[in-house]
């Protein structure tokens, strides 16, 4: 890689994980908020699997899913953050990984999830890339073998953390939504259009998933960008 380009993804990097870079910064005080009120939403039953979607793309779902998972481990939780984004993968960059091996092998029996996972840079957080984009992401998702790998993971790490693809786009995120224990909406201000965020929620509730409501991303007061996160179902 030239040293131009190391550069270019060096800073991509510092932008993406403000949490880790900047973990006093005012963004990274509001994952912590977010995690905060994932936690409230639950308080009377375990949550150990978060599905994080959007409705289309270039919402900002894959930073919001990093930065969650980078505060949760920084909370003292053991986490585990799985790119199942298999169209568009992005997390193995975020994280500056390889990508040769990763969920697709374990989905393919080619290898175990103890020995596709990566150590980040961040302590208590493993990261599970995507591994080579399949043919058939949907059908593998909804494989026996990835109801197998969300229990062999639940007996490794408190949480398990997944960057699905955009909701409307492919019926991967309805997949997941449906096997594991709560989502986590993604919205864009400005950009998501009001129907398409209805409609993205419509289909997880067809889904039987049980949304734990919406973060809005890029919303600018004071000049600086915030996540806020809305808990009401009904929000």
Known sequence: MARKDRKQLFQLQNRSLISMTQPKSPVAEQYRTIRTNIQFTNVDSDLSTIVVTSSGPGEGKSTTVANLAVVFAQQGKRVLLIDA??????????????????????LTRQTELREAVHLTKQNNLDLLSSGPIPPNP????????????????????????????PILAVTDAQVLANLV???V????????????????????????AKLLGAVLNNKKQEDASYYYYYGDKKA
Do not use: C, W
Not at 87 to 106: D, I, M, Q, S
Not at 141 to 159: H, P, R
């Open 85 to 106: 984004d298999l169209r568009k993968p992005t997390a193995h960059y975020t994280f500056a990984t390889e990508n040769h091996t990763g969920l697709t092998n374990v």
């Open 181 to 183: 224990d709560g989502v």
């Open 185 to 208: 909406l993604v919205v864009s201000s400005g950009k998501t259009e009001i129907e398409g965020a209805k409609k993205a929620k419509e289909q997880l509730q067809n889904a039987n």
């Open 138 to 165: 949907s059908e593998l998702l909804a494989s026996k073998n990835m109801k197998a790998l969300i229990e062999e993971a639940k007996q490794m790490y408190e949480l398990v953390i997944f960057d699905s693809p």
